[in-house]
């Protein structure tokens, strides 16, 4: 695997239901984080995670649930969802220096019910 | 609070035409990104611009940045249907490179 992978791709569930979102970076990066991407809506920055340590919040509700056991994987748990929550998730990867360029992952779309 | 303007929102043009997507942002920043995203795929990384003044060319694509203005261009040169995509640039806030704002998108359609 190279680059950012994601799994899975597609995701549909109810609004009861708890599920994840997992992201890996391959790039031996050590930034990663969580955006949602809604139609007609800019990229929303949801978390940032520095060396495992979440340094950025951007005012997500509490049933998002992001976990960073290592600088290599991101998790995004997900419960009690609302239907205004489908959109598609992308995770993204960088290393901190001269350009911190971000890299994406393919995404996981998300429909909830 | 940074935000981020594209224009146009969408853009048709054809085939062998040039044409400039601009990016304006509202506050100082040290970096700016342009990115595409074809449909139903993921966002691939164009372009990285460090300082006010600089330019970078890849193909029929060309970014530029002037800082003072907190402006920057996408240049097209010569449009073939194969840069159908939107593209997005992205704005570092000052002093914390990681955390990226985005604009809307410019959805480019080329016609043959």
């Known amino acids: 695997e190279t680059g950012v992978t994601q799994t899975p791709r597609h995701l549909v569930m109810g609004m009861t239901n708890k599920k994840s979102l997992k992201c890996e970076q391959h790039?031996?990066?050590?930034?990663m984080y969580w955006y949602k991407q809604s139609a007609k809506k800019p990229l929303e920055l949801m978390f940032v995670?520095?060396?495992?340590?979440?340094?950025e919040n951007n005012s997500v509700p509490s049933r998002f649930s992001p976990e960073c056991p290592n600088s290599s994987h991101l998790f995004l748990h997900l419960h009690t969802l609302q239907p205004e929550d489908s959109a598609l998730y992308l995770c993204?990867?960088?290393?901190?220096?001269?350009?911190?360029?971000?890299?994406f992952g393919p995404g996981t779309r998300l429909t909830v019910l | 609070e940074l935000k981020v303007e594209q224009n146009p929102l969408f853009l048709s043009m054809q085939e062998g035409k040039n044409y400039t997507i601009y990016c304006n942002y509202s506050?100082?920043?040290?970096?700016l990104y342009w990115y595409r995203q074809d449909p139903g795929k993921s966002l691939e990384s164009l372009f990285v611009?460090?300082?006010?003044?600089a330019v970078k060319q890849e193909g029929r694509l060309m970014a530029s940045l002037d800082t003072k203005a907190r402006l920057s261009t996408l240049h097209i040169t010569a449009a073939v249907h194969d840069l159908s995509a939107t593209y997005f640039c992205?704005?570092?806030?000052?002093?914390?490179?990681?955390?990226?704002?985005f604009g809307t998108g410019t959805r480019l359609q080329v016609t043959l």
């Open positions: 993204a990867s960088s290393q901190a220096g001269h350009t911190d360029t971000q890299y």
């Open positions: 790039l031996g990066h050590n930034a």
């Open positions: 995670y520095n060396f495992k340590e979440q340094t």
């Open positions: 506050t100082t920043s040290d970096r």
């Open positions: 611009l460090l300082s006010n003044g």
């Open positions: 992205a704005v570092g806030g000052a002093g914390t490179a990681s955390k990226l704002t």
